[in-house]
Every structure is written in C-alpha cells, then in structure tokens.
C-alpha cells in the first residue's frame, strides 16, 4: 500500500462517519416520499440549497445561468407546484430564491491551487405511479410517494442524497482538498431535457475533471465500472392532434377522430423498422385521447421519443415517426402538430479517468467487481456536460454503481439496495482526494 | 277555438310573464357556466331545490330513493365535488341535504283529483372543453364554462331552466290545476348512468303520463315534434389494461405495453361488423394510456359504448367489443378488465300522448311545423322512465323540440338558439292544462 | 278463378313438363360444376348461345354492343379463360363468336303486336373456394366446382338454368303469346361490374317491362316478393401500394413496407364511422401483398368495396377510404393508387309491377308466402337496367325468389334448395302469360 | 514470391482460361433468366448434374440422402414443377434421377491421400417479380426472369455457375491437387429451409475444410472477406388464419374476418419491443387474405421470419410474434395455425482458416482490399455446416466476395458485377490448392 493510498483510508475512516451515512439514507427517503418530476423539484432544490449553504457551499440557482431559449419539455404549473413544495416542507424563502427554474450548482474553493472537479447528480423522479402493496418495500417502510403519478423509479433520490453526503464529506475534509469542487443538482434528466440547458448556461465550465454516476443499471451491489460509452442519442417529441367533436350515435360522420388517428400512429411508430447501422428505439409512453365517452374524439396528446447509437439513427428514428404521425392525421383528416421536447447526444467516458475511478473502486468496501468500462442502454443528458467539458480539453466519465434492484428502472415496484449509496459515497469521495487531494 | 283552448290562451297570457322567461334564460346561462358532469351535479342540485322550495313544491333528494347497486358509472371524488359546488355558490346546507347522489324530485300537489304527470329534465353536462374564441356566443357573452372539460355541450342547462320555469308557472296556475305534478331532475344522463337508478327507484311511480323532452336534436327553431321511437339501446363500458412497466431504452423487452394493445384494440372495435338487423354503434370516447415518455406503458384506460337499434344490436356490439379487448390484452400479454358504466334500453312514445302533445303545439307562439313522431338517432335513458310507466299502464313521451344549433350535439362549439326555451315552456305548460287543467 | 286464369293453368300444365324442371336442375349442376368468375364466363355464354340458337332465339353478343369504356372490373387472361372454357366442353366456333367480351341477349318476336319484356339473369361465379367435405352436398353429389377459387356460392348457376327453362319454355308456348320477349344474360354481377356497361349499351332499350330475379336472399322456399326497394348504392375499387423491397434482416430501414400500409389502411378502412343518413357498408375483401418471406414487402394489393342507401353515402364512404388509403401510404412513404372496379346505383321496384307478380304467385304450386315489396341488404347492378327502362317509362321489379340455404351468400357451403327453380321457373312463366299473353 | 505462391500463379494462368470465365458468366445468365424459388430447383439441380458427370465428378443426389422430417418450408407442386424445368430445358431423364428433393453433392477423389475439402453453393432463388425497364440490365440485356414473381436477387445465380468453373477447374488441375473436394450445390437457402436437411443428413461429414461463400454482402467489387461472424439465428414461419365468410353487403355481422385478423397481427408483430441483449429483426414478408370483394375474408395466409444475434433472442422475437397472432386471431374470433417453415443458427468463421482466404486474396487479380473478418448482418443456413463441420473438428468459413450491385440484395433490380465471379473463382482455386494442393 503506497503512501498515498494509506492516507486515503485514514480519511475515510476520519470522515465517513455511520452518521454521514445514516443521514444519507434518511433523506433518500425523504426525497422518495415526495418525488417531483423534471423541472418542478422546488423541495428538493430547497431542501439541497438550505443543507449546502449551511455547509458552507457557494450556490448559483440555475435560474441565474439556464436560457430560456434552451428550456425543453417544461409544461408545468409552476406555482401549484411551488405551493405543493411549500406544503411538503421547503422553506418558502429557498423558494422564492430558487426563480423560474429549479436546479442548483453549488461551488467549494478551497483556496488552494488546484483542478476543477465537477460532478452531477440528477435529481428528478419519473412520472410513474409508485406500487403500494406491502411487498414494496418503500409501502411497507412508510416512505412510498406522496405524489400521484410520480414516483423515484430510477434511483435519482439516491444520486441527491449521495451528492449531498459527499458535499459534507468534503466540506469536513475541506483542508485535504486542493483545487475547487463543484456539484451541479440537475433537473429534469427523465426525458432529457434540462442536461443541455445547464450544459449550455455553462454549469460545467472549467471543469477539468467531470464525474456523473447512476445507480443501478443492471449491475447487482458491489460491482462498480468506472466508465460508459454508447449511450443512445434521443430525441423526445409530442404530437397533438386535433380533430372534429360529434354526437357518436347521432352523427358520427360528423366527427374527425383523433384518438384513431393517434392510436394507428402510435402502432406504425412501434413498427419502424430497425437499422442495419445500429441499435435503435423508440416509445409511444403517453396517449391521452379523446374527451367523453359518446363523443367522437375531437383531441389526442401523445408524449414519446425516438433513440438510436448514433445522431444519425436517432434522426432516422424521428424521421420515421413524423412521416407517420403526419399520415395517421391525413387517414383520419386531423391536424398533426409536433413539438420537440427534449434531446441528448452520446458521450463515452474518457477511458483514463474511467481508470482511474476503476483503481479506486478497488479499496471501496464492498466493491466486489470492477470494470473499467461498459456499453450503456440508454440515454442521459449527461452527456451534454461530458461532450463540452472533453472539447475544452477536461477528461469525463460516467460511472456505474451496482444497486440489486426488486424490478427495472422505472418499473413501478422499483427499489434499490442502499447499500449501494454507502460504496458510491466511498467512490466518489476517494476519487475527489485522488484527483484534488492535496500533495 | 274552444272554451278550453280560450281558457288555456288566457291562462298562457296571464302566467307566461316576460319575466318568467327572462328569469329562464339567466338561469340557463348560469347553469351553462357552471356545468357539472354526471354524479358531480351538486351545485345544480342545490340550485334547484332552493328555487323549488321557495316555490313551494315538495322536494325528495335522489339521495333519498336510490339504492347503491343501482348506480352505474359513478367514479367522483364526491368530497372535491362538493367544495366545488359551495365555492360555486351552493348552499352549504342544501349540498349537504342532498346527501351522497345528485338529482331531486319535486311534486307539487294540487289536493284535486286528477292525473299524475311526472316531467324528466337532466341536469348534467358533457366532458368536453368549451370553445373559447369570440366566435362561440357562450365565450363572447361571459358565459362560457369555467368548469375545465366540462361544458353544457347537449342542452341540458336548457332543460334544467326549463323545468324551473314550468314550476313557476305551475305554482302560479295551481289553482287551474288538478291531480299532481312532478318534476325529476335527473342526474347523470350523459352516459346513461342515472336514468336506470332512479327509475328502479321508483322516481315515475304512479305516473299517470310521462314527459320527457330534448332541444335541438337536428331540428329547427320551431319545429315541434310530439314523441319519438327508435332509441338506441346502449352500453357503456369501460376497460382497463394492466401491462408492466420497463425502461423503454434499456430494457424494452421487460415491458408488458398496455397502450399498444389498448390503442390496437380501440382500432378493432370501431371496424366491428355493422349488422344486417338494423343500426349499430360503437365508440372508443377516451383513451388515457401510460405514465412516462420512456416507460414502456404499463397502464391504459378506456371509455366506450356500444349501441343498437335493439338490445340484440347493442349486445352483439358489445359483446365483439369484448372479445377484441381480450384478444387484444392477449396479444401483449396484458391483463383487461372491463367494467359497465351505463346502460339504457329502447323504448316508443304513445302515439296518443305524442298525437296530444302535437296539438298542443299547433297553438304554441313560434311553433312553425309539428309532427306526431320522429325517429331517433340516439339514446336516453328516459327511456327507462318511459318503460317503466308504459308497463305499468301510463303513456309516455319524449318530445322534440326544435333549436337552432351553432354546432352539433357534444360539440366543443355547441350552442343552442334560446328562443327554443320560450317554445318548449309554453309546450308543456299547454300540455299540463291539458292533461291536468280543471274541468 | 277467371278464364284468364283458367287458359294460365292450362297452359302450365301443356308445357311445364318433368323433363324441362329435370333438364333445368342438371344444367344448374352443371353450371356449378364449371363456376366462372365475371368477364370470364366463356363456357357458360357458349352453352347458352346454343341451347338458345336451338330454341330459335335470335342472339346478340355482348360483344357487338358494349362499349370498351364502360366495362368495369375486367382484369383477365381472355385467351386463358377461353382455353379453359373449351377445354370444359364449349365449343370453339362458339366461344370464337362470343368475342371480347362475355354475356347474351336472346330475343323472340312472337310477330304479333305487344309489349317488349326484358329479363335479366347474372351467370357468373363468386370468387370463392368451395367447402369439399361431404357435409356440403354438391361436393357430396359429384357437381362442386372444378375451378379453383372460385365457386357458385350465390345462386347464378340457378338464374342461368332458369333462363334457358323459360327460353324453352316461351318458345313452346309462342303461338300464346304476343309482342317480344328478351333474355339478358349478363356477365360480371359480382362486383357489379357488368351491368352498367350493357345497360348503357342499350340491352334493354325499348322494354315495356324489366324482370330481374334472384334466389335465396334470406327468404325460405316457397317466400315469393314480387319487388326489393332499397337496394344499396356501390362502388367498388383496388388500391395499388407500392414501396422498396429490401433484404429484412441487413438493411431493413432501406425499405418502403407497401404490406403494413396495406393493413393499416385495412383496419382504418373496416374502422369509418356510420353515417346518420343511413345505412352503409365497407369491405376489403382481398388483400394480397409482399414478395417473399425475408423481403420487406414492396407492393400490396387490395380490392374493396363501399356501398350507402343512397349515392351520397357510398360515396361518403368511398371518399374516407381513399383519405385513408392516401395517408397510410404517406405514414409508410409508398404510393398508392386506387382504381374503381365496379358501381351501382339504388333502384326500387315499381308497385304495379311487384303487385302483378305478387298476384301470379298466388297460383304458383309451392308458393306458401308472397309479399309485394321487401327491402334488399345489398347490391345489384340489375339497379342499372331498372332505372334505365323506369326513366323511359316502363316498369321493372326485382323479383325475390325464397330458397332454403345451406349457408350465407357467399359463404363456401352455400347450397340453395332446387325445388326454388321450380317456383320461379313457374312464376316468370306465369308473369309473361299475364304481360305478354295472347288475348 | 515463394515456390508455392509461384507454382500457384503459374496453375493459374495454366488453367483459368478466358474460356471458363465467359461460359460462368453465361451459365450464370442463364440461371438468371430460369430462376427456381426453394425446393424447386429442377432445372438447376439437371443442369449441373450434367455439367458435373460430364467432367468426372461422382454424383449424389440430396434426396439420397435427406429424410423427410428434416425438411423445412417444401410447400411445391413437384411434378408441375418438373414439367417447368424440362420445359425450360432440363433432360428429363436427369430430372427422374434427381427424385424427390432438389440439390446436388459432387466429389473429385485425387486418389492422394489429403484433406477433404467441401464447398457450399446455394443455387435457390428469391421469390420476387423482376423490374422490367431497360434500366435493368437483365432486362435490357435478355436475360431477365421469365419465372412470374421469381428473381435470382441475392447472386445466387452466380454462386452456382462459380461452383462449376471451380468443378471444371479442379477437374483440369486434379493432378495438382490431393485429397478429395466436394461440391454441396444446395436448395433452399432462401428461407433457411435447405441446410438443415443436408447439413443433417450429413453433406458435409468428414470435411477437414468446410467453405461458404457470397457475393455482394455490401462491399464493392474487389474487397474480400476471409471470414463472416454473427449470423443472426432465424426462425420462419408461416400462420393461417381461418374465419368464416359472409356476404359483406348483407349480413357482415355472420362473418369471422380472417384479414383483418392477419393485418392487425402483422402490424403488432412488426411492433414486438426490441431487446436489450442484442440485436433482433422480424419481417412479415407476405399476406394473402380473403377470397372476393364483397365477401367477409374467410381466410388468411401469412409468411413471416423472426431473427435474433443468438437463439435466445430469436425465440423471444418467435415466442413473441405467436403471442400476437393468437391474440389477433381471438379479437376477430378466428382460427389461427403456426407452422415453423424453416430454422438456422449462427455461427462463426475460424480465424485460421479466415486468415488463410485473406492470405490467398494478396495476389488474387482485381482484390484490392482484404480483411480477415467481418460482421454479418443477415442469416445462412450454411451455418449448419459451419457447426457441424466445427464440432467434428474441422475448420469453417464463409467468405465474402464483394461485388458492386445496383441495388440492394431481395430488391428487384439487384443486379452484380460480374467481375466478383472472377475474383470469387481464383480466389477459391487458390484456396483449394493452398489446402489440398500436392506438396
């Protein structure tokens, strides 16, 4: 054991405290039982900001930095949702501060000359509507989701909580740091939409280390990869038809339906057909068609979005589906109207800081099996922060944390081993001292 | 003219104030402001049996007579709706007189020996969202719905003022009148649900003539028709599909997709077969699918109804209706569940009540052409009511009464020429001396 | 009875002899055996020109009136087709006069003043397999069709072999009858493709009286309606898709698939909504698309059918398939063209005419029920000839001849009860006696 | 150069004369010209028994040795077949020898002891209809299919003319040469349906070598692949729909309509999830549904393929698409059949024996490129022998020729660069005398 190394597990056994990490899981929970979908995580931004600033972190809300222009796929109330925020316990004051947009960077200097080290943790839930019976073990322990139809069904209630850990940590360990520490509380990364506004505003700018992490991912507890590549460039679009109302037994003629319209676009979009240059895919996630039940549905909103290993097949994708969505409208003589609401690029993980994290996944407790690097399934707008930081010349990567999960990511009996926060916070933790620790 | 029709003519220039019909039309309006949809008629309810019982007619609360297993396609939040009805300017006390159903039945009592004629009106409104450009009367007047999808798309705050008028007019003519009088004040016609429950509650017990009525219903202003047959038998029915959920982009093939067979099934079940015996229905009114853009949708619920020139036709569609869900959850390996919400049965108007009402009309200021019967294109669970009276040896009918229409029935632009309201009031006035007048 | 009636009698039983009932039963057997389907009906043109030729009927071609524009529906092999009729026993000389086009006019003058009576008799096939199990009695008794797919499965063999019995039979009784008499034996009524091009060429130009009959038709043996109202107005028409084949399995985005537009045009099709102005129908009764297994499908052929009460609603019906066939073929980027095939009008009989044949029915041994008028639930282009000859003056009906059935129209197990031959062989005898007999 | 390379160049130059080059270009255009789909290659199987017993080879016909359980996807008209090919030029007395199954083995015994070496050409075609415009070039050059809707589309065309250069080069050079080679002329290919039953039966028993190869493939002319891996396993299948036909005009409602069954199946087939473990395809690339027009489709016929990079991905596409149409076939109450028309594996190319094609590829006239190894994209049931050949001990591969083509493979104006054939054919004698060439 180097020198090095050995200091590194004297920190940790001085910092990570059973506290730190007793804290961690209560607020994951407590982030569990009042999730909020992409762009309306008022509480969670305030609660964040209240234990930040008490910590000492220097914060910039994102409303200061996002541009409206960048904003995708925010179709919300946001003061019912501000009031509801209040009403499950954030301070109205944080509130207030917050602004337009939720979301939050948060800086630690540590006065010393050093490297910039920014990492990401998401902080939105999906809209799912959480299962309720005891076999779910957040029913069962009292923290099942409060809010209707939204539920933490990917785990980003953990990323939260072990970014805010891992802020204590460092602010404790604050005098082993060189270099500054940056956080940034991402919103809205379900359906990719608030990566490329914060990325654009320049969340990550300066960066010449970036770290995002995801819990889960079908890596059962203890094994860690230090990177990804190929996640899937998406493209995430809504369409609105709009047809003709009309008395369904009395004059059915008269009407233009648009749930028929929306339901054949919706299966020939699911038929597409695959691509030889690679893997492709595509969701029809939201239909909402019609008005009542003897009326000729006048109204459809469908929510969905296209993928593909390349921006190329994620274009063909989405171009597919406009032709068919457009067709669907003319078979049954509606209006199409399709609006983009969210977009992501892909990324890979710069291989030697992937190796890196790998190397210090192996003192980790209860890291059982490292790789350096892993092909991913999906998307993440994380990739937007990894793509800009490695063209200004910084290294990236996006790490995996192995959670045994009780069903899929976004299934609604979606739980995870929180054990798996405890390996993460070790992880991230030793790589801040590795990368800016001080000489 | 005979002693009688001069005694009615006079009669008519006695009551028939100015001021009534004034009166009918504000209310009509106010009643279009604040639809109410079927089962939620609260503060309708609450309207009404202020206004009846100030006129000194004798109220029973639909509460009072209906039992539950009767209740068809009733999924309120009662408690939400209530508070909505009081913050809409409901009687605190009068809502909570109502009890858990909507709807009244007000008698008034002549204390002479004569016929019982019972009047059905419906209270409740259509879910769809009024239009609410300058171009629609309701929104350039002020009065368009504030209730969100819901509006008064079928004339049923017409037939709700119209009753109240004729009540009016009752009290004040009582002493020309003999038998009893009384007025339902059905809820829940759109959809069929509440005619079957109050009916079988006895609402038309006894009665010796039923009337009920419809404006519009493609007929000019003026145009009177005295009964009609040829209802359709109708069922409603909703379904609801149970998949499983899954990340759409890294593990699709988890997921169990309740939307896909659901939108495939509402394509099939609007291609069933018409049939040789004679006119059928069919009609996939909501479809409300999904949960996220990138779930695999592990949910799908869907309103419809089938219906047929007899209770064969409506039960052949409904029954193929049945079979492609099922076939349909099949195919994605989806649980479907199918529940009924309504139900109505055909029924024919007496040709001499209807042949009765026809020469009333002859004399009606503004009734330009009349006509003993029409057929139907439609449903109405008065039918029940008609039934049930004509079984038990009363004659019933259901009249048309012409109005201009802007749009057509159900539309989002419906609205109806208020002139009819004028027509239709001294229609049943005229009859109600006719059947009920002191010799 | 009258001494008209008495002379009928007499005459029937001087002329309607075992052998003629015989000999028409084996020509049926014999038509079915070799079904042809429209404009390919050769063999069956061949047999009736020389049974009629014998007789001293004076024939017309179809060939030498019809104009090339006016067919409809004629997609064949014609030199195929006419090798095959001689090789199933026509004569070659015959089938040589026959020419372009298949069907028959046969005149008889009787050379005395009178009316002109017109009679229309269909000869072709359906374009159906025939049940072959012993269940089904022509396969049981030796006659099923020996031409694959296709099959008399609605009666056409009887009209024929009815036609020639009367032919025999009116050339028998001459001396009694006065004025003309023709037979049109029409080709192509499947599909209602053949009528209006002999129609418009004159065929029955100059008749008095328009006759045309049909077995079965839902009514039991011995059921005799002297006319049909309500015939349904038709069009019929193919659509053509036609995308890019490619390998399915290494460039499956590089093809255009013409199959799934096909069957999304077929579901949304079968899926247009009624029509309150009454009764329509839609059918696409083939569908034949794709190459080969591992091929994305490159063409798609659908042949189809809309029909309406009236010429509005076929044609509403008509104009939604072809939006629909326009937009599935821009949801998949294929062209598509449709082509119409066939077409009808509506036409009603007139009373006198279904009164007189109602009458002649009374006498008509086996004839236990008759009626003047019922309504028809399909199409004829028979409509064509009666709106023709109704235009000019004269009268036409369209005779319902009751016939037990094994099965549906058009079903493969159709088999009508024979002794039905008999009755309308009798009847139109009858009739001609009635029209055209010798005073 | 080495002695060997230089004993090689001089065979070459020996043997490979222009006049073996210009007859494979013209047998290989006349095979174009009498395409035979799978199982019916009569005239082909004739021909090169001919070719190959006239220059020595031992002959042994597949029906020799295939059993019939092992055959897969032979739904023919044999004897019409027969009577096709000795139509089109085969002797008849070749014909009777071939007996019941298509395809062919030769073997070249040098009488020196050495390797066996077997070579697989597939000599099937695709079935599709051939474009017919001069901008074809078998069109504008007379050699286009004259076989209605069969297309040699996939070279295999030239594969089988390639396969009797090399017999006849082999024959001449058999001096050089020791060991034995064998010539696998197999059926089939198309549809996987052939190599399973020679494969089994054991074609390839005993090959030290076993060699595979295709033109085309995506690469241009000059590039060549010693190996190929990634063969997606494939199942094909056909399914039946059974329903009951009715008159469409006048009574819809007694028919069980088999197409739209089929059309909603194939649509929802064509929409099964994609799969996180890799790559799958599914193509349904035939429908053939109803009988007439107005008749309610009694009958369905549908020809699919599902694939997948392993066996577990293509049964889960299989399993799926059974799912679907059982489901279809409940929603319209119909039968449905599944048959299994034809399987194969995957399998991969041994990099030793790639690596030696690659080698001999260095001095082959007109190779401008070469690799060892490559992906492929689609299926060969070639990969049963690869298999088979590999558990024995033997060492497989499946080169690709690349060759310039019109238009991509199963298009109908595919068409190769013929000089591919040069190259394919001295690249395979160089090969053979590198393995079995006498020392």
Redesign the interface.
Known sequence: MTGRRMAAEEMMSMYLSEKIMKEMRRRRRDFHKYPESGWTEFRTTALAAQILESLGWKLTFASELIRAEDVMGRNIDAEAERRRAIAQGAEPLTVARIGEYTGLIAELDTGREGPLTALRFDIDC????EAEDAGHLPAREGFRSVNR?RMHA?GHDGHTAIGLALAELAAEAREALRGKIRLIFQPAE??VRGGYALSSAGAAEGADYFIAMHLG??LPTGHICGGTHGF?C?T?FDADFRG????????????R?A??A???????I??I?????G???V????????????????R?HM???A?GESGELAA?VYGRAK??I????????VEAAITK??ETVSAASDEALAALVAEEAASVKGAARRDIDRA????DDACWFMRRVQERGGLATYIGIGADTAA?????RFDFDEKAMDIALELLFKCLLRIGGRR
Chains 1, 2, 3, 4 share one sequence.
């Not at 969701?283 to 006048?298: I, Q, W």
């Not at 991913?376 to 998307?379: Q, T, V």
């Not at 899929?408 to 609604?412: L, P, Q, T, V």
């Open positions: 999906v809209e799912t509507e139809g990917c379900e359906g991912m079908g899937l998406s995430k003709i109302g009309a008395h369904a037994g009395s004059e059915p003629e008269r009407g339906n749930l028929l929306a339901a054949s676009a919706a299966l020939n699911q038929a057909a695959p691509h030889s240059g893997a492709t895919r969701n029809v996630g939201r239909l909402d068609a019609g008005t009542g039940r003897n009326v000729v549905p006048p459809a929510e969905a979005e993928r063909y032709e068919i457009h067709g669907a409208a003319e078979m049954y003589g609401q969210g991913a399934s999906g998307s899929g990511h976004h299934n609604d």
